[in-house]
């Protein structure tokens, strides 16, 4: 009895024990599934996702192409890729996101794993990381296939849209502008969206156009600091004359800091204000103003400035000194920027474009330190210029360029000399400090006026351009009363060519009606072969200054000038590192003819020859 009792017993607590070892088996074994079934479906989704993210980056950068390169794609077409790009743009900022603990809901799954799939994607064409780790709010007015970031606008009506981004600052690969930014708030936005951004505590920390910059989370209010650096070192292997006589600086090396400027800019939407101080110039050691102007950038396509600035006359003068062919313009360009235009030249005025036009026009008065160089101006100058431009044929490999600018000074400073006018310029470097020609000072002026075509022609890597001026010098009443005095012409024109030959050769910027700087495909890097972008360039220049001269008769009996005329040869190098340095090696040889206005540096004619090279930092 004892013994059946126990076997009872046992047999009482082994059977539920058991009952309840394979109840718990069977759970487990249950869950088991439901986590491998859950895995699956988030691998699933994940790969969908991933799928979804490649097939927006490939439609984004569709669209950008589409807009740099308009071909009259179709409305209906767009329309529906925007929608399309809506909804997956929808879809990934979920997966980024990401959701906490997945729950089951009738039967399904939602949520997804708490990773990022990308917090940064690199864009193919230039290898640089824009921030994505968060979804920004979109603003009905873009699709969301444009970028990856976007900005909320607090007042998006009134943005305005972006200008024709062929060459904008937001092509990530041009060098960033020599001046404060004038961008519209809509073309900043764009230029933020492609920039590395972060986010911190309301604030935007980014490099739109290249340039540091700190903005509102919707752009409103940014302000930007830039550097624009160019070290030149060189001297004149020859300097002719000497054995004559003839006297002059020349050095065989020298060195200037042809800029140093620090660009400042503050943005509230479309309205900006630029100051830029100048610690470098034609001759390095004072501390000086490059520009300080309010600028309006609410009109498509258009900025319209008061206040000290650079209006833009030529097609030179209208270039980017960070993506200059040679070290210097052309003498006939910088000479004819001297009449009405030219750096810290007060100013009133604006410019617009479109794709195929260019307009700009200004109103200017006189230049920043006039007053300081000369206490006895009592009457400013008063002037203005014009430049119109057009592009006829704009393909992918050929860019035809056509235009006039014409600027005149309707009348001079009123100094204790009267109203005078001096124009020159140095052999085409700032090495030295002499000039081999020169219109000498003339007294009694009327007015002064230039007019000149402009022409360009680029197909594929290699570009052509030219420009020639005519100015004219009318003289007023009181010198004729004096003696002879005509009025007086003089002549200037230039051929430039250039060859990438190797990384994006330039381009047309519609904005500036001139041509941009090569870009490189691939930033210097030594160890992985990638070289950036150089290119070869040349340049035949020429500048008359001699007027109403007959031979063996001195100019004082006609009352004409025999300032000389000066013949530059130049060809060079220019070493694109990535976009924000470059390097450039030039050499020149000038001819000059002797000149009545410059005393013993050119009495007899000069031939020099001069070597120089420029580091050139930019942002």
């Known amino acids: 009895m004892r013994q059946l009792t126990t076997l009872m017993l046992l047999c009482s607590v082994t ?39 490649g097939k927006e980056r490939a ?10 390169h308009p071909t009259g794609t179709e409305p209906a077409r767009n329309g529906h890729a925007s929608r399309r790009s809506a909804t997956q743009s929808q879809d990934i900022s979920a997966l980024r996101a990401g959701s906490k603990t997945p729950s089951r809901k009738g039967g399904q799954y939602s949520g997804s ?15 640089r990381v824009s921030d994505q780790g968060k979804a920004s709010p979109r603003t009905p007015s873009e699709p969301s296939s444009s970028a990856p970031v976007q900005l909320a606008s607090a007042s998006p009506s009134h943005e305005g849209k972006p200008s024709n981004p062929q060459v904008g600052y937001d092509t990530q690969s041009i060098p960033p502008p020599d001046h404060g930014l004038n961008l519209s708030f809509a073309d900043f936005k764009r230029a933020t969206r492609t920039a590395e951004t972060v986010d911190v505590g309301g604030i935007r920390i980014g490099f ?13 209010y940014a302000f930007s600091v830039g550097l624009v650096m160019h070290l030149d070192i060189g001297g004149f292997p020859s300097s002719g004359g000497s054995a004559e006589g003839q006297t002059g600086r020349f050095p065989k090396m020298n060195e200037n800091a042809r800029r140093l400027r620090l660009p400042l800019t503050w943005r509230y939407g479309n309205l900006l204000a630029n100051l830029t101080p100048e610690w470098g110039s034609t001759v390095d050691g004072t501390a000086g103003l490059y520009e300080a102007n309010i600028v309006y950038s609410g009109i498509h396509n258009s900025q319209f ?45 604006g410019r617009t474009h479109q794709n195929r036009w260019y307009l700009g026009a200004y109103l200017t008065g006189q230049t920043y330190g006039d007053r300081t160089n000369n206490p006895t101006v009592s009457d400013s100058q008063l002037g203005g210029l014009i430049r119109v431009a057009g592009r ?27 109203r005078v006018l001096s124009l020159s310029d140095r052999p085409e470097t700032r090495l030295t400090n002499e000039r081999l020609v020169s219109s000498g000072t003339l007294l009694n002026i009327g007015k002064v006026w230039a007019v000149g075509p402009e022409l360009a022609l680029r197909y594929d890597k290699a570009l052509l351009q030219a420009e ?11 010198a004729r009363s004096t003696g002879p005095a005509p009025n007086l012409g003089f002549d200037g024109y230039y051929v430039a060519g250039s060859y990438t030959l190797f990384g994006q050769a330039r381009r047309y910027s519609p904005k500036d009606a001139a041509f941009s700087a090569p870009a490189p495909k691939e930033n210097f890097d030594f160890w992985n072969n990638q070289w950036g972008a150089l290119e070869i360039v040349g340049r035949w220049s020429v500048m008359d200054f001699n007027s109403n001269i007959i031979k063996d008769t001195s100019a004082t009996v006609t009352g004409g000038v025999r300032g000389g005329v000066q013949t530059v040869w130049s060809g060079g190098l220019n070493w694109y ?29 000069r031939s020099v020859n001069a070597l120089g090279s420029r580091i050139q930092a930019a942002f």
């Not at 980017?320 to 030249?345: H, K, P, W």
């Open 577 to 605: 590192i990535n976009r924000h340095f470059r390097m450039q090696l030039e050499y020149s040889h000038i001819n000059a003819t002797r000149s009545q206005t410059v005393g013993s540096v050119n009495s007899k004619g």
């Open 392 to 418: 006829p044929v704009a393909t992918k490999d050929v860019d035809l360029h056509v235009g006039v600018s014409s600027t005149m000074s309707f009348k001079r400073n009123q100094t204790s000399q009267g």
């Open 113 to 127: 794993p708490k990773t990022e799939l990308a917090s940064a994607s690199t864009r193919p064409d230039t290898g």
């Open 15 to 53: 059977i539920p024990v058991s009952a309840l070892a394979a109840g718990q088996s069977d759970d487990i074994a249950a869950l088991r599934r439901e986590m491998l079934e859950m895995r699956a479906q988030m691998q699933g989704q994940i790969t969908d996702l991933k799928r979804e993210l």
């Open 208 to 220: 739109p156009a290249g340039r540091p910059t700190i903005a509102s989370s919707d752009g409103l």
């Open 59 to 68: 439609m984004r950068r569709k669209f950008e192409l589409a807009q740099a």
């Open 305 to 349: 400035t008061v206040g000290y600035y650079q209006p833009r006359v030529t097609m030179q003068d209208s270039e980017s000194s960070n993506g200059f062919i040679l070290m210097e313009r052309a003498s006939i360009s910088e000479v004819v920027r001297q009449i009405a235009a030219g750096d810290t030249r007060l100013s009133l005025g």
């Open 468 to 478: 020639y001026y005519h100015i004219g010098v009318d003289r007023n009443d009181d």
